[in-house]
């Protein structure tokens, strides 16, 4: 009776080491892999940390090559740029239409970009409205949406200013495509 | 429960997870308690020892090296002018990428100590006998694979120490009969060292050898668990199974692995912070050297610690040539290995086995040993005391080094001769050890610099850091200076030490803080200007300049106080290198003006030189109007003939930018102006200091 309840303690005795090795084993495991995980997390999230920084003004062109009669006209946007560690002088960085209302000084800027999925949007001469070339969305010479049409919103119009010997310049921003209202990305 | 050896099972991981629906369910499709069963219930006889738990470390970091590799991964860009800048950004830029490298450089050191261990231990406790002799050699094709990504991963930041290094390690595959040239184009990736090279090597390093790597490293396991541990004899304790007693072993021996990896990575900020200073996260870890480039010599140049025993073992065949080096890095080596790979056979017999153990310990003592004398060659310096050697040093160059001469002058006594060629040669080493720890310490300073510039708000030109470091007058200045410049001209702070030492042995004008006040305080010093920091050693000694200064410029009547501080405090301005000197606004105008006006004066210094419109004709003295600015010092570099300068009267100076015929410019027009910047002081310096930037002003 006491030999079996004996054998029985020591036994007990011996799972509850084995239990309590398990333990440390799991948890000295876990503490030697955590540094790696964590630095390669750390890294591996840091584009989050990056952003294209506050949008500023920046010199597009002259009132004067902008035509008088209302036609849109596609102009470069030039700019300095940073490429995670390139920095780049006064290079391409997207591009906008520019278009004066007939017979004013009134300029509206209009982004290239489609607010559907991001593609370049085209303007058509021919047939007097910009087009998309990705999925076909159709837009005014005003940027206004033709129905029906894949893409959520108006083409994305930006802030600019004429000054008074006629420089041109746009505020630079990209949105975020896809949804109907305009959201700046950060 | 209870398995053969009569040992209760330990609670396994089913029980933690207890026997709910989820478990069952996918149990039942995929079998998994069966599969960690045996994974985690291996016998191991004789209990858990500590010897055993080197494998599983080896494990452990080549994980790490996975985990931290394929992140690193998705920063890196392997080519010739994106390798350094894509680990740069890395190590400064990216949040914790300093820490991500660090742990994947120093886990790899981690991991050939480790090999070493395991190697040891397998030999030592005779686990390599029948029926493991194929595991093995399986393990001797994973160490290879892990010295070769050790390799070929020391190349990849593109720095000059891998570069240099690898350079090395190239040519001598090279030497192997035959196909060696050809193996080494096609490591290389061509005839030269450029982007393929980065391609292939980043191809190797992260595909070919780590896949390779996971295959013989599946072989090694399965064969290890078919055949089993091999106990270490006698057994003295009871079995024990793998888990947890074992695991609990390799745990803390992983946990270990890893605080000593940290420590390593941890160290230089446990140091700023005892010194008080600020903790750069750049800083730890794996350094970054200055961007490779293959037309500045680095002197440096060493491979990683790990492959300094091979390094020194090539000296000792060095004067055999190209046999000594084929001999040194691919006979012996290859040799060695193959005694390795026989081992399992040797061991058959109990005194094959005892060699087997001496073989191993040799090597690795041999490894050790040779490691131990790199380290005390390359070192020397720190502890030798270089002026117990006056007398050998002056003695030879009085001699001039001749051999006969030496002989005589030690009496043509033989005894005395081997002394002398015995302090000779230590004398030789504490200056090859000098020379090896200058140049240490220069590229400390190329790579902190080369930091430096790449962190510009500008950032790195497209062209890469190589070109910005290139364009950089204080990388360049020096070096050029030191080519070009230095057999005549001193560059050294007056107030130095040895200043007077230095200027003695130039034959012109120390050219330290040229166009400053300081410089222009000593010029117009009837103390000064005739000595050798000024003309003392020029053809110009006796020149109207040395004796106007001594003269007429002391005459107290003729130069007030006042007049020779405009004179002086103009010329400054002329350099455009006036600096806080008090005076400001209307203030600073109206002692220009002054001194403009005495520096003209046709009876004063406009006597002889050309300066504002005082009509004085060019080619007698040098044209004061720019006098010491950027375009006047390229002036007289590129041809100090030049009717501005000494038309008639140059004193041997070169003229550097003005080709003979069909020649080349003896300094390009870029390089001219690089020396020029750079005597002004005039290079980028970062606006906030904290980056804690350890370039000086003034090398
Ligand atoms: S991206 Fe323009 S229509 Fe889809």
Redesign the interface.
């Known amino acids: 009776m006491t030999e079996q309840l004996s054998e029985d303690s020591a036994e007990q005795e011996t799972r509850r080491r084995s239990f309590l090795a398990g333990v440390v084993a799991v948890l000295c495991g876990g503490l030697a892999t955590l540094p790696p995980v964590v630095a390669a997390v750390w890294a591996f999230l840091d584009p989050l940390q990056r952003s294209s920084g506050a949008a500023t003004f920046l010199p597009l062109t002259d009132l004067t090559n902008v035509p008088a009669d209302g036609q849109p006209r596609q102009f470069p946007v030039i700019a300095d740029r940073v490429d995670a560690w390139t920095g780049y002088q006064a290079e391409p960085i997207g591009a906008v239409y520019v278009k004066r209302d007939e017979g004013t000084e009134r300029v509206e800027v209009l982004s290239a970009t489609c607010p559907h999925a991001g593609c370049f949007v085209e303007l058509d001469n021919a047939a007097g409205c910009f087009r998309c070339p990705c999925h076909n969305s159709s837009f005014t010479l005003d940027g206004g949406i033709v129905a029906p049409s894949p893409s959520p919103r108006s083409m994305d119009s930006l802030e600019c200013e004429v000054s008074k010997a006629g420089a041109v310049s746009v505020k630079w921003q990209n949105f975020y495509t896809g949804i109907e209202d305009k959201v700046a990305r950060k | 429960m209870r398995d053969a050896s009569g040992?209760?099972e330990?609670?396994g991981l089913d029980e933690v997870a207890g026997g709910s629906w989820i478990s069952n369910w996918l149990d039942s499709r995929t079998g998994y308690r069966a599969l960690v069963r045996s994974a985690l219930y291996e016998r191991v006889p004789g209990g858990a020892r500590w010897r055993y738990v080197w494998g599983s470390t080896l494990v452990?970091a080549f994980?790490?090296q996975v985990?931290?590799g394929?992140?690193?991964w998705?920063?890196y860009s392997a080519s010739a002018q994106?390798a350094w800048?894509?680990v740069?950004?890395?190590q400064y830029?990216?949040?914790?990428?300093w820490?991500?490298r660090g742990?994947h450089h120093v886990?790899a050191q981690a991991m050939v100590v480790l090999l070493a261990l395991h190697v040891m231990q397998v030999v030592i406790d005779g686990a390599y006998r029948a029926p493991r002799e194929v595991n093995f050699w399986l393990g001797l094709v994973l160490m290879m694979l892990v010295l070769g990504m050790a390799l070929t991963g020391y190349l990849l930041p593109w720095d000059q120490k891998g570069y240099w290094a690898t350079r090395v390690a190239t040519n001598l595959a090279g030497l192997v009969p035959l196909v060696g040239p050809s193996i080494q184009q096609l490591v290389v990736g061509g005839p030269d060292y450029g982007h393929h090279t980065l391609t292939r090597f980043f191809a190797l390093h992260a595909g070919f050898l780590p896949a390779t790597l996971v295959i013989f490293l599946v072989l090694h396991l399965t064969l290890f668990r078919k055949h089993g541990l091999h106990a270490k004899q006698p057994i003295t304790k009871p079995d024990a199974m793998f888990?947890?007693?074992q695991?609990?072993k390799?745990?803390?021996a992983?946990?270990a692995?890893?605080a000593v990896?940290?420590g390593v990575i941890l160290m230089p900020a446990l140091r700023a912070i005892l010194a008080g200073e600020p903790i750069v996260p750049g800083h730890l870890g794996a350094e970054l050297g200055a961007p490779a480039d293959p037309s500045e010599p680095y002197a440096a140049a060493r491979p990683e610690w790990y492959f300094l025993f091979l390094f020194q073992f090539l000296k000792v065949f060095e004067g055999w040539g190209a046999t000594g080096e084929f001999l040194g890095a691919i006979v012996v080596p290859g040799a060695t290995l193959g005694i390795m790979f026989l081992m399992p056979i040797f061991g058959q017999w109990k005194l094959g086995h005892r060699f087997n153990i001496v073989f191993t310990i040799a090597i690795l003592a041999g490894a050790g040993l040779l490691t131990a004398m790199a380290l005390h060659e390359d070192y020397y310096a720190l502890w030798a005391d270089r002026s117990a050697f006056a007398d050998v040093e002056k003695l030879i160059e009085s001699t001039g080094g001749d051999d006969e001469k030496i002989f005589a002058a030690l009496g043509h006594d033989k005894e005395k001769l081997n002394v002398f060629t015995n302090r000779r040669e230590k004398l030789e080493a504490i200056r090859r050890s000098e020379a090896f720890l200058a140049a240490v310490k220069q590229a400390a300073r190329d790579s902190s610099r080369a930091v430096e510039l790449?962190g510009r708000p500008?950032?790195?030109?497209?062209t890469g850091a190589l070109s910005l470091v290139r364009s950089d007058p204080l990388s360049q200045g020096p070096k050029l200076f030191a080519q070009h410049c230095q057999s005549c001209h001193a560059h050294i702070d007056p107030t130095a030490e040895n200043a007077e030492e230095v200027f003695a042995k130039s034959s012109a004008a120390n050219l330290f803080e040229f166009g400053r006040e300081s410089w222009v305080r000593g010029l117009l010093d009837p103390k000064r200007v005739g000595g050798a920091a000024y003309f003392g050693n020029t053809a110009h000694k006796e020149g109207d300049m040395v004796s106007f200064v001594c003269e007429d410029f002391t005459d107290e009547d003729e130069w007030k106080q006042d007049d020779k501080e405009a004179v002086i405090f103009t010329l400054v301005a002329e350099s455009g290198l006036l600096q806080g000197t008090g005076k400001k606004g209307t203030g600073r105008k109206k002692v220009i003006k002054r001194g403009q006006g005495l520096i003209a004066d046709t009876d004063r210094c406009g006597s002889c030189h050309p300066y504002r419109d005082n009509e004085t004709e060019l080619g007698y003295a040098p044209d004061l109007n720019g006098w010491g600015s950027e375009e006047w010092l390229v002036g007289i570099i590129t041809d100090p003939t030049h009717q501005r300068f000494y038309p008639d009267t140059n004193d041997r100076m070169p003229r550097f930018g003005v080709a003979s015929e069909g020649g080349l410019q003896a300094l390009s027009n870029k390089q001219i102006k690089l020396v020029s910047q750079w005597l002004r002081g005039s290079w980028y310096r970062p606006a906030v200091h904290s980056q804690a930037s350890s370039v000086r002003d003034h090398p």
Request: proline letters at 6%; glycine letters at 4%; a negative charge.
């Open positions: 040992h209760s330990s609670p452990f994980m790490t985990i931290t394929l992140v690193l998705a920063s994106t800048e894509s740069y950004y890395i830029e990216m949040t914790g990428g820490l991500l742990l886990m888990w947890p007693d695991v609990l390799d745990a803390v992983m946990l692995v890893m990896v940290l790449a500008e950032k790195i030109p497209s």
